[in-house]
């Protein structure tokens, strides 16, 4: 057999300026995916915190700068462990008090309560939470009211490194609004009653409305 030269292809290679080019158009087409993805979320914060619908401050505190449901450990009355950053996907009305639940906590339970109710068909995007900070048994006469709850114990160490009351003030007479982000994001003034609770009715709802366009029921989000 005769020996032949060795047949090569050559294909052509783009032109290194074809090739920053390609580069830079891909990353603008991702940067424009994720803007169409956060724009609704985007939207609904710009037009509760920067428009404000009806003209009106919030009844709430907000918390400046928001800070992230942190992973650290919850139990359920029941003994069931996890993170708390597990709450993550729903709004959060939080409150915080002791197992003992005197007086100003029964208080808080029931405007929980109530506030979420006045939400009406929204309800379902709301959750009433109570973090025990202790290990004091919650007396059987409240479970039934709480029913509708969700009731985790947490380290009262740990949520002061993530809740914050206002100054003189104890977490324990405050509200918290954690968003569906899961970020605290709003805290009520203190001593809320039924009458202030009107106030921070509001506040739920225009946030409701706010946020309509892209949460819904259950615990997912965009």
Not at 7 to 23: F, K, Q
Not at 28 to 36: D, F, K, P, S, Y
Not at 39 to 54: H, K, L, M, Q
Not at 81 to 97: E, R
Request: aromatic share 6%; glycine share 8%; proline share 9%.
């Amino acid at each position: 057999m005769l020996d032949q030269p060795l047949a090569l292809t050559v294909h052509s290679l783009p032109a290194p300026g074809e090739t920053a080019r390609r580069t830079i158009l891909g990353r603008w087409r991702l940067l424009g995916l994720l803007a169409v993805c956060a724009a609704p979320v985007i939207a609904s914060y710009f037009t509760y915190y920067v428009i404000r619908p009806e003209g009106r401050r919030s009844y709430g505190e907000l918390v400046e700068p928001q800070r992230p449901l942190p992973a650290v450990p919850a139990t359920t009355l029941d003994g069931k462990a996890g993170p708390l950053s597990a709450l993550k996907g729903q709004w959060l009305l939080i409150g915080v008090a002791s197992g003992s639940c005197d007086p100003a906590c029964e208080k808080h339970l029931y405007l929980q309560r109530q506030l979420r109710e006045s939400l009406g068909k929204e309800k379902d995007r709301m959750d009433w939470v109570w973090l025990v900070p202790d290990e004091t048994q919650v007396r059987p006469a409240l479970l039934p009211a709480l029913a509708q709850a969700t009731v985790l114990r947490v380290r009262g160490e740990l949520l002061q490194g993530w809740l914050e009351p206002a100054q003189g003030h104890r977490l324990e007479e405050h509200l918290y609004l954690v968003d569906p982000l899961g970020n605290l994001m709003m805290r009520f003034p203190a001593a809320l009653d039924t009458a202030s609770a009107a106030q921070a009715k509001r506040d739920l709802d225009r946030l409701m409305r706010a946020s309509a366009g892209w949460d819904k029921p259950g615990r997912e989000v965009p």
